[in-house]
């Protein structure tokens, strides 16, 4: 009989090299918010993630091309959890008024990028104007959330809250209004409550769908 025979899983301490791998992996995320989030991107070099996050330099070029990959792979990480929370709060909630839906998409926006000043600092300061790859993959982000917002204005011309027109602009200055206040906010030590961050924003996006053509 003849065939190709596997060669075995090596196991330490009852892990898997999979394992093994998927911990050092988050070790890095966890290395890379810490240090981002709390002395910058560009202040952070990766022999000091690496000794963060106790993984070898060999280890860190085994799950990232380098540090922007890293910062990217957070950035995504926050992001997408902010976005999913924001579809998850408009669920069911399809006959809402438009303020309504504005405020409860907002707040889990918010809340998910601001809970911790390190995930706001890294979602709103230290992903911009990195590099030109980074911005790009910023950019990408910006695009699918101008979409969704579109979306929610489109839905408010439906139900007859606001006027037909093209609210690509209007998504992208509420983008920057967001980015602007939150960035404003935590720099001022969180002195204010977050709710009156959202009320803020909601007013805002509010005012912009239904402001006439």
């Known amino acids: 009989m003849t065939g190709t025979t596997r060669a075995p899983r090596r196991h330490y301490g009852g892990r898997s090299d999979a394992q093994r791998r998927a911990e050092r992996h988050e070790r890095l995320m966890e290395a890379g918010l810490e240090l981002f989030g709390s002395e910058g991107y560009a202040a952070t070099s990766i022999e000091r993630l690496c000794a963060t996050a106790s993984v070898s330099t060999r280890n860190f070029y085994e799950e990232f091309p380098g540090r922007e990959a890293l910062l990217v792979a957070l950035h995504d990480r926050i ?62 982000w910006r695009e699918r959330i101008i979409e969704f917002l579109v979306g929610e204005a489109n839905r408010a011309v439906d139900r007859g809250e606001a006027t037909p027109r093209d609210f690509h602009l209007t998504a992208v200055a ?29 007013r805002l996006a509010v005012a912009a769908i239904t402001a006439p053509s």
């Open 79 to 140: 992001t997408q959890r902010a976005m999913e929370n924001a579809l998850a709060a408009l669920a069911g909630c399809e006959e809402d008024p438009l303020r309504a839906r504005v405020g409860k998409m907002v707040r889990a926006y918010i809340n998910t990028t601001s809970s911790d000043p390190k995930w706001t600092r890294l979602a709103y300061v230290e992903v911009v104007g990195v590099s030109p790859a980074v911005e790009q993959h910023r950019l990408r």
């Open 174 to 202: 509420f983008i920057g209004a967001v980015n602007e206040l939150v960035y404003y906010w935590s720099m001022h030590n969180r002195s204010r409550p977050l709710d009156d961050l959202c009320d803020e924003v909601t």
